[in-house]
């Protein structure tokens, strides 16, 4: 692993880049970052509905199957609005990066996410038939609802929880050595949120159009709980990790 220190430097070169890339290069890979994280949650949805009987133990194991999305993306390639938000924050707390170059890039990420969510909830999840099937799509309509019923202060704060630990592991990421390292820094924290049932803007992107598409839900419940998740988000991965590893770390530079 890198020292922290050597971390930081690492994060501000990395939120420069994600700001640099090309507006067609950051829709593809964004778009592959909300499939890839949508396709993690279906693999969770998948497994805990397959469990009975097992309490949160089911949780765990469905838990354990998500981190998938963000290994791809981090190892492979793709852009994640969650962990944008804290490494092109590192950048912006460096003077490295403007705020209309943040906000650029957080939207146009954003965008190309939804798409890639709306992609796999509708072709995977509907026309598949991966989450409109009895059994699985009891357990989708189960998650889904569990996030549209609460209220927006609620989803605010279970979305700071949520992109703490995501801006971590892709901090921890960033620091690793190897292959097997990098899997390892996003496995565990990735897995512990999920676990926990925290909200992930991005899943929530996936998961509740999952259940519209099936007449479960309606646009408007989506929408009242994906802007509080998403502004939880920011303050978990733009304050929560990007702030306080800066100006912690700053005096070692």
């Not at 279906?42 to 309490?55: C, F, K, N, P, Q």
């Not at 990098?182 to 676990?195: G, H, R, S």
Request: proline content about 2%; some cysteine.
């Amino acid at each position: 692993m890198l020292t922290p220190s050597e971390i930081l430097e690492v994060t501000i070169e990395k939120g420069r880049g994600k700001v640099d890339t090309g507006f067609i290069q950051k829709m593809i890979l964004g778009f592959v970052g909300g499939a890839m994280i949508s396709l993690g949650y279906l693999a969770y949805i998948r497994v805990i509905a397959s469990i009975t009987d097992w309490g949160s133990f089911a949780n765990l194991i469905g838990a354990a199957v998500f981190p998938i999305g963000l290994i791809v993306i981090v190892m492979a390639g793709g852009e994640l609005i969650t962990g944008n938000i804290m490494a092109v924050a590192t950048s912006w707390f460096a003077k490295r990066v403007t705020m209309k170059e943040l906000l650029s890039n957080w939207l146009v990420i954003t965008f190309a996410n939804l798409l890639g969510a709306l992609f796999v909830a509708y072709f995977f999840g509907h026309v598949v038939g991966l989450t409109s099937s009895a059994e699985y799509l009891h357990k989708t309509v189960a998650v889904a609802t569990a996030k549209t019923d609460a209220t927006a202060l609620q989803a605010f704060i279970s979305g700071i929880g949520c992109n703490w630990f995501v801006g971590l592991a892709v901090w921890l990421a960033y620091g690793a050595k190897d292959a097997a390292g990098k899997i390892l820094a996003i496995w565990f924290p990735v897995m512990t949120f999920v676990a926990i049932g925290f909200q992930h803007s991005v899943a929530n992107m996936f998961v509740i159009p999952a259940a519209i598409f099936e007449g479960e839900s309606s646009w408007l419940a989506f929408i009242q709980n994906v802007i509080p998740v998403y502004f939880g988000n920011v303050v978990g991965g733009a304050i929560f990790v990007a702030a306080i590893y800066f100006y912690g770390l700053k005096k070692n530079k």
